[in-house]
């Protein structure tokens, strides 16, 4: 397993602003707590708390925890931030406006990221698909999707976009699958 508080302190995973997908339907979102999962260092949650969300990062790092903290601080911002694993969920069903996941699979709580949301709430969600492994470094093929797959694990939703695409980028070509639903 990875040691993903030395990666967080070298710096590893250290993007600015919003996720593409975030920025872009953050307005679907309605107002309200909206959680991260594996929230990494917090660029989405930090911009949603700018925008006026009661945003929640749940992280297992304790270091990406502290820099989500400070940032927050830095910006006068408030966030609720959760430490542990995304595979026993702390949170009520139907408690979040909104539901984020980035470059993160696990697929024994899907199902309960749509538990997760209130009626109308959005759930964004971005990852690799298994063809990753064609253009890049290998990656545990158990944490990388299926094409199509993203897709049947969120039937009960209503589709608001999806698509499977490779963007090419900073020396690097990532192929993944991008989905944003609303709770029935």
């Known amino acids: ?12 995973h250290s993007g600015t602003g919003p996720h593409e997908l975030v920025a872009r339907f953050q307005a679907a979102i309605p107002h309200g707590t909206v959680i991260d999962i594996a929230a990494g260092r917090g660029r989405d949650i930090l ?3 700018g925008l006026g969300y009661r945003a929640c990062g749940l992280e297992r790092s304790a270091e990406a925890l502290k820099i989500m903290g400070d940032d927050a601080r830095s910006r006068e911002q408030r966030l609720l931030l959760v430490q542990g694993d995304a595979s026993s969920l702390p949170f009520r069903k139907g408690s979040a406006s909104g539901v984020i996941v980035f470059y993160f699979l696990l697929r024994d709580i899907m199902g309960q990221l749509v538990d997760l949301l209130e009626k109308g709430g959005i759930l964004i969600y971005e990852t690799y698909l298994k063809r990753q492994n064609m253009l890049g470094r290998g990656m545990n093929p158990a944490y990388l999707l299926e094409d199509g797959e993203l897709l049947s694990c969120f039937r009960d939703l209503e589709l608001l976009f999806y698509e499977e695409i490779v963007i090419s980028g900073e020396g690097k070509a990532r192929a993944l699958a991008r989905y944003v639903g609303r709770k029935r």
Not at 1 to 12: I, Q, S
Request: charge should be negative; avoid cysteine; glycine fraction near 6%.
């Open 1 to 12: 397993m990875a040691d993903w508080d030395t990666r967080y302190r070298e710096g590893v």
């Open 47 to 49: 911009f949603l708390a």
